[in-house]
């Protein structure tokens, strides 16, 4: 005899055998128990979860000696010549080949029989939205008024492709994927029976691939004991269907923590490497920061479908990341998974994700940020951050004047180059020698003029000027004024330096006297969010209707860097 696949060899006989589909099978069981069986039924669903079967199961109790019945017996000429299909009272179509009208009124006049040797004739018609609507048609009077102990069940994938005037005649039962737990629970009796040695980890990952079909997790259950033998391990079953190593995953979320791009794109290269496909790591990386987030939120590991030592490391990482920020990267890797099935760059696609989640901003949560502002509203005195070691919302004074907000430490670190260095000593004595004027500018009144600057620079070069807007002035010495540029921003501070002369003479244009340069980095990364809010308090004027008006929320998004406030 031939091999028979699990599929079909475990294929359920009875209402009772069928897994994860009870509101079908009660609903079924009912109806022939009160007698009232429809003309026709619409069995709608993913693929795999058992449609045929149940329509087959309804055949049997419908036609079997003793019924109808809700318990067949499965030994009687019917019900075995229904499991074998070759009963003359149960036709099974395939939608797809026999799909025209010519089909469909060959079907019409073989109704005018009446059953034998069964008691009713039913047609089961799969994958039904393969017909055209000119053989939907033919259908719909048959469908209303069918002959005595006539049954239609009509099977589909794809219930939206069915029309309205099909689906108002027919009973429709909607069947769902089933549950992991559920899959996990029938192919552990499978194995049993089978005699087949199998580990949870093992389970888990065919049930995950299965992704909720019992026939394609059976199916997979088949190949991977062909594979391994009697006894199978989670390495055979990474092995045979290329699943990704989580540990994988975990090192993406390290590299994000630490900052390590070139950790990232080694990553990258790995992947590659090993013949991943670049596709089905961003699905897992999706579903590997959907995991962090249901700890995150739940303070729970047990709706996690890993193995408690992989919860477990979940558990550890939940405090490492901000709900936005998780939120933001399922949308990186989500977005870049989409792209990446229909690109012909899918490493570069990758290695742009990955270093655009390794260096994206942490969010800053803007019910936080006008609490803080809220409460140094209440304060005496303004407080300059100069006096902290790092930039603080909590640090701002509301006024109706533009807001004075010295954002940074007096002194940044200068990372620059020994030679610029000397170069900007070298502009300081420089100064120092020349002519002074009587007025002499202060750190706040160049704040205060900030955007003006700006703006008249815009005017001139607005390239210039929208690489000046990138810096903030943090310190002044004499008439010397450092302006600070995030690291990350090399290329305008560059601009703005060798622009020097322009900036400057716009500056003691405006500050009526004259003014130099200088550009630093910022390497305490005070300037991400000192500035921000500087820039916010420029833009309203009164901070009362900040708080207050919910309009303003929208204001603040669209003027400013949304990662930062989202």
């Known amino acids: 005899m031939s091999y028979l696949v699990l599929a079909r060899k475990y294929r359920p006989m009875f209402f009772e055998q069928v897994v994860g589909q009870q509101h079908v099978t009660k609903t079924l069981q009912n109806a022939i128990q009160q007698n009232r069986i429809a003309n026709a039924y619409l069995f709608s669903g993913p693929r795999g979860v058992g449609k045929t079967t149940v329509a087959r199961i309804l055949a049997k109790a419908l036609n079997c000696e003793k019924g109808p019945t809700i318990t067949p017996c499965d030994k009687c000429s019917y019900c075995v010549e229904i499991n074998e299909s070759r009963s003359l009272d149960v036709f099974e179509i395939d939608g797809a080949s026999n799909r025209g009208i010519d089909e469909v009124r060959n079907l019409r006049d073989s109704l005018r029989y009446s059953p034998n040797p069964g008691k009713h004739r039913i047609y089961i018609i799969d994958e039904v939205h393969m017909l055209t609507n000119e053989a939907f048609n033919a259908l719909l009077k048959t469908l209303e008024e069918p002959p005595k102990n006539v049954l239609f069940i009509f099977a589909t994938t794809e219930s939206h492709k069915v029309p309205a005037t099909i689906l108002s005649r027919c009973q429709r039962f909607d069947f769902k994927r089933i549950t992991n737990k559920k899959i996990s629970e029938q192919l552990k009796m499978l194995c049993e029976k089978e005699e087949i040695q199998i580990d949870e980890e093992s389970l888990r990952h065919i049930t995950n691939k299965g992704d909720g079909s019992m026939r394609d997790s059976e199916s997979i259950l088949d190949q991977i004991i062909a594979y391994a033998g009697k006894t199978v391990t989670a390495g055979d079953v990474e092995s045979l269907l290329g699943i990704i190593n989580q540990d994988l995953f975990f090192q993406v979320t390290d590299y994000i923590i630490n900052g390590d791009v070139k950790g990232g794109i080694d990553l990258s290269g790995q992947i590659f490497i090993e013949g991943y496909d670049f596709s089905e790591f961003l699905t897992g990386l999706s579903e590997h920061f959907r995991n962090i987030l249901v700890v995150k939120t739940t303070k729970a590991i047990s709706e996690l479908d890993v193995s408690e030592e992989v919860a477990q490391r979940y558990l550890s990482l939940c405090d490492a990341f901000e709900v936005e920020d998780l939120l933001r990267l399922i949308k990186i890797s989500s977005d870049t998974e989409y792209i990446v099935r229909r690109s012909s760059s899918a490493r570069l696609h990758l290695e742009m994700a990955l270093v655009k989640m390794i260096n994206m901003n942490k969010s800053v949560m803007l019910s936080q940020l006008l609490q803080n502002v809220e409460l140094k509203k209440k304060a005496d005195t303004p407080t300059r951050v100069n ?180």
């Not at 704040?447 to 903030?472: D, F, H, P, Q, Y």
């Not at 708080?547 to 603040?556: A, G, Q």
């Open 387 to 566: 006096d902290y070691p790092t930039a603080s919302f909590s640090t701002f004074k509301p006024q109706t004047a533009p807001p004075k907000t010295n954002g940074y430490p007096k002194k940044i670190t200068n990372s620059q180059p020994d030679q610029e260095i000397e170069e900007n000593e070298e502009l300081q004595n420089d100064f120092n020698a020349k002519e002074e004027t009587d007025h002499q500018p202060t750190l706040d009144e160049i704040e205060e003029n900030w955007e003006r600057i700006i703006e008249n620079v815009k005017s001139k070069k607005i390239a210039v000027g929208s690489c000046l807007a990138e810096g903030w002035p943090v310190s002044i010495n004499g008439k010397l004024v450092e302006i600070s540029f995030d690291p990350q921003n090399s290329f305008q501070m560059s601009n703005v330096e060798r622009n020097r002369k322009d900036v400057q003479e716009i500056m003691a244009a405006i500050l009526h006297c004259p003014i130099r340069i200088k550009c630093v980095r910022d390497e305490k990364g005070a300037l991400k969010n000192v500035k921000k809010v500087a820039v916010a308090y420029d833009k309203k004027s009164q901070f009362n209707q900040l708080v207050t008006e919910n309009k303003v929320i929208k204001n603040i998004v669209d003027t400013f860097d949304t990662e930062l406030i989202e």
